[in-house]
């Protein structure tokens, strides 16, 4: 029976930010395909990476379980894969070297293999899966052992005497005929002691969908695409109460794009959570305007939700409408006060640097923050993804940095408004008003004389004078030449 070594390329070490949170989390999308493999008769090992130090751990593996076969499958759930990472794209290559000693077959699927196949190919991959990989993998390595065409495998990428890409190959529709991930190959106790030592509770990840059927037009899609498929509540509740039995984990992150889009889907997972005698809490990511919808958020909440991370992006409509983000601000308010007054906890996502934004625009943004007050905020800039209209407007001003090196690095790869160091300086400016309004906003409710109040006002203080220095340095740099 061969011998099927799985494993990915995004290492935490890499991307510093990230690493210092102290929330990890396993390797979703790899799982799957691992689970799925493993149900069709293959012999199957995980090395993963998320944990380990450097691409050279992967060697020992190498030399002891003597693999037919190295699949480098990324973790499609991660949103952090979609940047193409060159930290993790230089990891993956060297994996593939390490492997190409050893007589491995390199099969190769990631959102930066997808948009980067013939940088893959020349490293050494002998396929690349596009897209949506479980059926591909299993019928790539079937022709392997059966000596066959690859050029009736539908969905992947390989080099005879040219290059050769088989074309699309139809979705998944069916996600409940996939099994269960295979929780059991991931050492989660290491995970959980990461969690543990930065103080937070234990938080898995598990998804529900598969897709996004919006038109954000700076969103790249590259493995599941522009498309919506759902598992059934069912389903969901059946392997939370698999990892509950297993793991004792009742959090979780639903990883989806969007969750609980699909009419009456959050309803229905209540009920099965109900039914089941489970009780969960978790986290997800949505839309102001899906929120709003129906009864969703009384749904939401009935089942466990205690935080959501809103892709708010801009206070500025006339941004919104550029992105074709298909909300408004008004949305954004309204689903913000309501959550919030069911005591759950809103995050959103902003985004600086958009093609055409001015000063007034991100005045906007700014002052609607300070308005809502949400609980947390993720500031990000503008990154040029491939496959994205929004690329394609830019693509032309990209020289040899076009991937962030870790997802720490918010260099601005294309000519905006203002210049890099003012978007830099804004991203620490925005975090330091918010934080400053976060503990006025505190204090006016609590004790200014207790432990925690004590902290407030010295961060209130503190970040007063520093507040009003990056506001004059933001303005000396929004009147320099881009």
Request: proline share 4%.
């Amino acid at each position: 029976m061969p011998k099927i070594l799985f494993s990915h390329s995004y290492y935490y070490k890499l991307d510093p930010k990230q690493w210092k949170t102290g929330m990890p989390y396993p390797p979703l999308g790899t799982i799957y395909a691992a689970s799925f493999m493993r149900e069709n008769g293959f012999d199957i090992s995980l090395f993963d990476v998320c944990l380990k130090d450097s691409p050279i751990e992967i060697e020992q593996i190498l030399q002891n379980e003597k693999p037919d076969y190295l699949v480098l499958y990324d973790d499609g759930f991660n949103y952090l894969t979609k940047m193409c990472l060159t930290n993790m794209r230089e990891a993956a290559f060297n994996m593939m070297q390490m492997a190409k000693k050893h007589q491995c077959k390199i099969l190769v699927s990631s959102s930066d293999s997808t948009d980067h196949f013939e940088q893959y190919l020349e490293k050494g991959a002998d396929v690349i899966l596009l897209g949506e990989g479980e059926i591909s993998l299993l019928e790539s390595i079937q022709s392997f052992e059966n000596n066959t065409d690859l050029k009736d495998v539908k969905g992947i990428c390989f080099k005879q005497e040219e290059l050769i890409n088989t074309g699309k190959r139809p979705v998944l529709k069916d996600l409940d005929s996939l099994p269960q991930p295979a929780w059991d190959l991931i050492d989660l106790d290491a995970y959980k002691a990461i969690w543990k030592q930065h103080g937070h509770e234990f938080t898995l990840n598990m998804a529900t969908t598969r897709g996004c059927p919006y038109h954000c037009n700076w969103c790249a899609k590259p493995i599941y695409g522009q498309r919506y498929n759902v598992r059934s509540p069912k389903s969901v509740v059946e392997e939370m109460l698999w990892i509950k039995e297993h793991f004792g984990v009742i959090k979780y992150w639903m990883c989806d794009d969007i969750f609980g889009l699909k009419p009456g889907w959050v309803q229905t997972f209540d009920e099965e959570l109900k039914n089941a005698q489970l009780s969960i809490r978790y986290k997800i990511q949505s839309r102001a305007d899906l929120l709003l919808k129906e009864n969703n958020i009384d749904a939401l909440v009935s089942s466990g939700l205690e935080e959501v991370w809103i892709g708010a992006e801009s206070g500025s409509q006339k941004v919104l409408d550029a992105m074709d983000k298909g909300t408004t601000i008004e949305q954004i308010e309204k689903s913000t006060t309501l959550l919030q007054s069911k005591g759950v906890l809103v995050a959103y996502f902003l985004q600086f640097g958009y093609l055409g934004e001015t000063k007034e625009d991100i005045e906007a943004t700014i002052e609607m923050l300070l308005r809502n007050m949400p609980d947390n905020i993720g500031v990000s800039v503008s990154y040029p993804l491939p496959g994205t209209p929004f690329y394609d407007k830019v693509k032309t001003q990209l020289g040899t940095k076009a991937n962030w090196t870790d997802s720490d690095d918010l260099a601005m790869m294309f000519q905006n408004t203002f210049n890099q160091d003012y978007y830099k300086l804004l991203h620490r400016y925005v975090h330091k008003v918010y934080r400053h309004a976060q503990a006025k906003k505190w204090l006016k409710s609590h004790n200014p004389l207790s432990n925690q109040g004590i902290k407030m006002l010295g961060k209130r203080i503190v970040y007063m004078p520093l507040i009003a220095n990056m506001k004059s340095q933001l303005h000396t740099l929004s009147n320099t030449n881009t």
